[in-house]
């Protein structure tokens, strides 16, 4: 079964500064996708940003980056100049296909606090 | 993109009582179907997921179970809560047949079980 790990429950960044939040995960699949995800107090779960693990550059999205690195299955998160409206739980999560439907495993989730 | 609405959003009921939480999606037709729990401090964990109408599948055992009568309609429900059934529910959905397609969610319900 796949796991995934988070191992900073909490983080915080200074308003405009650079924060990188962890993630790591076990799988014996070679073909997946791995997701970030942003849950603001309302608990809406957003969708940051999404890597396919066979394509070997990083995903960007704006102000977020990633930094995959499938040998080592890590998968952290980037986010430049920091804004009020980043903080949030920030999840990490792995696609798995199960009967034509998609799995999501989630990470226990960071919670990023931005500083002003 | 499609439209995922869950009600209700908040919901206090005691022990031993009954639960229907419903979802309805829009902008899409035949979709998969999936309820996520979120127990307090933790990462979502999925419950039930649909490829089709009456096509449930439980990924853990608990005291919960699903329905999809129609096919944009996903039912989670239980005969007897229990304290542990307490926390916030997640609907979701996405479009079958397309790999690595986005999955949508809910806004969740929030269930209390005292």
């Known amino acids: 079964a796949q796991t995934v790990t988070q191992s900073q429950p909490e983080m915080s960044v200074q308003e405009a500064e650079t924060v990188t939040l962890s993630c790591t995960y076990d799988t014996s699949e070679s073909d997946y996708y791995l997701f970030w995800y942003k849950q603001p107090p309302s608990r809406q779960m957003i969708l940051v940003i999404r890597?396919?693990?066979?394509?070997?550059q990083n995903a960007t999205e704006n102000r977020f980056s990633v930094n995959f690195q499938k040998a080592a299955k890590s998968f952290s998160l980037k986010i430049s100049d920091s804004q009020l409206g980043d903080a949030a739980m920030y999840f990490c999560?792995?696609?798995?296909?199960?009967?034509?439907?998609?799995?999501?495993?989630f990470g226990q989730g960071t919670r990023l606090t931005i500083n002003p | 993109s499609q439209t995922i609405h869950q009600w209700p959003a908040t919901l206090v009921q005691p022990v031993g009582s009954p639960l229907s939480l419903e979802c309805t999606v829009e902008g899409t037709s035949n979709p998969n179907l999936y309820w996520y729990r979120q127990a307090a401090g933790r990462g979502l964990q999925l419950l039930f997921y649909?490829?089709?109408?009456?096509?449930i599948s439980s990924e853990v055992p608990q005291n919960l179970s699903a329905s999809r009568p129609q096919d944009r309609q996903f039912i989670l429900s239980s005969k007897k809560l229990l304290l542990s059934d307490s926390g916030f529910y997640l609907c979701a959905s996405d479009r079958q047949g397309a790999s690595g397609n986005t999955i949508y969610f809910g806004e969740g319900s929030w269930l209390t079980v005292v």
């Open positions: 890597q396919e693990a066979y394509k070997q």
């Open positions: 999560a792995y696609r798995s296909i199960i009967q034509g439907a998609q799995k999501l495993v």
């Open positions: 649909s490829v089709g109408i009456g096509q």
